[in-house]
């Protein structure tokens, strides 16, 4: 079976200090990969996506990116954040091809900046 | 106008009671449909797959309305652990693989 990895679960980092994510799949090849936000009361908001390595998209032009370095592993980084970057941060995962589109989701990463 | 849109509730109900709600979305062209459910600072999980002739999983009932673009969950006998967000979920437009998600309407099942 397919399981989905992010850490950490928590963070709390200081205005303009560096950020990276991590989200690793296990159990299926070249999934579609997807970074969401969501802030408070509010719903998801995609982020970035990938279809392959080295393939990312981004949907909202930000001070965040993202990498995909290998098949199963997504990355979301930032050099500065900034306040309005808290928010909890989901990766999921989707099969490539066919007419399935389920998302599934990690555990999310709860961010704080201060 | 927000491409899925949920009436945020919440919805308070006793257990055993019957629940139903409804979302709309704004593509035509959208052709997966999803119900998802997250629990208070928890991620999003499948709940079901909404089928053109309607599906129904155990005690939850999915309804989907292509002529007004809306779906429905009811859920019947509820239970306390039923208490949690409904996410309401289309993709984009047809065979598009990103999806977008209602903010969610809020269901309160109380003993």
């Known amino acids: 079976s397919q399981t989905i990895h992010q850490w950490p679960a928590t963070l709390v980092q200081p205005v303009g200090s560096p950020l990276s994510l991590e989200c690793t799949v296990e159990?299926?090849?070249?999934?579609?990969l997807y970074w969401y936000r969501q802030a408070a009361g509010r719903g998801l908001q995609l982020l970035f996506y990938?279809?392959?390595?080295?393939?990312i998209s981004s949907e909202v032009p930000q001070n965040l990116s993202a990498s995909r370095p290998q098949d199963r592993q997504f990355i979301l980084s930032s050099k500065k954040l900034l306040l309005s970057d808290s928010g909890f941060y989901l990766c999921?995962?989707?099969?490539?091809?066919?007419?399935?589109?389920?998302?599934?989701f990690g555990p999310g990463t709860r961010l704080t900046v201060t | 106008r927000k491409e899925v849109e949920q009436d945020p509730g919440p919805f308070n109900v006793p257990e055993g009671a019957t629940v139903a709600f409804n979302c709309t979305y704004s593509n035509s062209a959208s052709q997966s449909f999803f119900w998802y459910r997250q629990d208070c600072r928890k991620e999003p999980k499948l709940l079901m797959s909404?089928?053109?002739s309607g599906n129904e999983d155990g005690r939850f009932t999915a309804q989907l309305n292509r002529a007004s673009q809306y779906i429905s969950l009811l859920i019947r006998d509820s239970k306390l652990s039923d208490s949690a967000t409904y996410l309401c979920?289309?993709?984009?437009?047809?065979?598009?693989?990103?999806?977008?998600f209602g903010a969610g309407t809020t269901v309160t099942v109380r003993a």
């Open positions: 979920v289309v993709n984009r437009r047809a065979n598009d693989y990103k999806l977008s």
């Open positions: 909404v089928y053109s």
């Open positions: 159990g299926t090849s070249n999934p579609n």
């Open positions: 990938s279809v392959g390595i080295g393939q």
């Open positions: 999921a995962w989707s099969k490539t091809g066919g007419t399935s589109y389920e998302q599934y």
